[in-house]
Structures are given as structure tokens and as C-alpha cells.
T-cell receptor, first 115, second 113 residues
Framework: GDSVTQMEGPVTLSEEAFLTINCTYT??????LFWYVQYPGEGLQLLLK?????DKGSNKGFEATYRKETTSFHLEKGSVQVSDSAVYFC??????????????FGQGTTLQVKP | DTAVSQTPKYLVTQMGNDKSIKCEQN?????MYWYKQDSKKFLKIMFS???????INETVPNRFSPKSPDKAHLNLHINSLELGDSAVYFC????????????FGPGTRLTVL
């Protein structure tokens, strides 16, 4: 079945460092891809999305490009802030024949940014 | 205004008890979901309802029974609670199945002793 694999965490960076969180996926069809963020004690929020190959999603300085040839959707940010400390989830939507909207998540990557 | 709300936020109970978690969304969405997040932060879909009809039912023990009295509410009832049910349960909603964003509630942390 469809699956998402993210890099193991935690990732610890200093403020203003460059961030990459790797995400690869396995899917039989043409899924939409998402990054969700979970701040401490809160629910998940959509950070960015891409619905087809070569699309780039971006928001709040984060970006990710849907790469069909490498089945990847890596998250990047040029300069992280302490306020970016959170758990980041890569996900794909199951858009098979049922189109139920089921999200399949990676295992999450914890990011800690130190001042 | 809270878009997706859940009650209670924390729930501590003994093994064997029956408990319910409630979810409400005020976004006018047609579709609602329940997810379970385990202690390692792994998230997995449990159920989804569209217009009060069940459309996703993952391999969840039948001790878990969702109920959707109307489009804005999706409750989760759990019978005979077990230690392994301890987790954070998230409710979410989307405009329709397959729409490109789901909105999540703040979560209910369930601890079974």
C-alpha cells in the first residue's frame, strides 16, 4: 500500500541555519503531497501542499517540490527561527478510486531550534 | 472562534471503562475524521464520515464506535478500554473527501491506567 518515509529526528539546529527534512513516498497513483506542522500541545496545521509533479508548495519561508522521478517531497527553509521548533509530518492523500481523502502520514520529524 | 473543537482535552480512566470523546466543527465541512497518534507521534486514520455516512473504517477494534449525529459532529465511543488505547486522538474535518486540506482539532490525550 501507499506509504511515507521521513528522516529520523530529532533535528537540532541553531537559529538562522538551513533546514532540510527529507520525505519520500510510495504510491500506486498520483497522490497529492502535504507537509503538516504540530506545535507543542496543539493539533496539526497544514504548512504547504503540492498536487502534481513539479509543483512547489511554499508558506512561511518553507518550501517543498513534488519530485515524481525521485518520489520525494523534501521540506526546506533557508533560515530557521526558534519559533519553528515543532514536529513536521509529511503526508500523502489516498486518491484511489474511492477518493476518500485518507491522509497517510510519515512518522514525523521533531525540529528543535536553539537561539 | 475554534474551527474544530474536541472535548475533553485530557481523559484519564481505568482499564475496562467506557468513555466518549466529542468533536465539533463550525466550518460547514461535509467530512470528518478520527486519527490516533501513538507515543512515538505516529498518526493513523481510524474513521471518516461524509455527510453522516461512514466512508473510512480502518482495521480498528470494534470496541471503537464512531457516531455522527449531524455533519458538524463526530463522536468516538470506546468500550472496555485497554492500556494500548492510551494515545492522543485527533479529530479533523475537510470540505469534502479528497479536498486538499484537513483542519485538525487540538487533540484529546487519553490515558488508560
Amino acid at each position: 500500500g501507499d506509504s511515507v518515509t521521513q528522516m529520523e529526528g530529532p533535528v537540532t539546529l541553531s537559529e538562522e541555519a538551513f533546514l532540510t527534512i527529507n520525505c519520500t513516498y510510495t504510491a500506486t497513483g498520483y497522490p497529492s503531497l502535504f507537509w503538516y506542522v504540530q506545535y507543542p500541545g496543539e493539533g496539526l496545521q497544514l504548512l504547504l501542499k503540492a498536487t502534481k509533479a513539479d509543483d512547489k508548495g511554499s508558506n512561511k519561508g518553507f518550501e517543498a517540490t513534488y519530485r515524481k522521478e525521485t518520489t520525494s517531497f523534501h521540506l526546506e527553509k533557508g533560515s530557521v527561527q526558534v519559533s519553528d521548533s515543532a514536529v513536521y509530518f509529511c503526508a500523502l492523500s489516498d486518491i484511489g478510486s474511492s477518493n476518500t481523502g485518507k491522509l497517510i502520514f510519515g512518522q514525523g520529524t521533531t525540529l528543535q531550534v536553539k537561539p | 472562534d475554534t474551527a474544530v473543537s474536541q472535548t475533553p482535552k485530557y481523559l484519564v480512566t481505568q482499564m475496562g471503562n467506557d468513555k466518549s470523546i466529542k468533536c465539533e466543527q463550525n466550518l460547514g465541512h461535509d467530512t470528518m475524521y478520527w486519527y490516533k497518534q501513538d507515543s512515538k507521534k505516529f498518526l493513523k486514520i481510524m474513521f471518516s464520515y461524509n455527510n453522516k455516512e461512514l466512508i473510512i473504517n480502518e482495521t480498528v477494534p470494534n470496541r471503537f464506535s464512531p457516531k455522527s449525529p449531524d455533519k458538524a459532529h463526530l463522536n468516538l465511543h470506546i468500550n472496555s478500554l485497554e492500556l494500548g488505547d492510551s494515545a492522543v486522538y485527533f479529530c479533523a474535518s475537510s470540505q469534502f473527501p479528497g479536498s486538499n486540506e484537513q483542519f485538525f482539532g487540538p487533540g484529546t490525550r487519553l490515558t488508560v491506567l
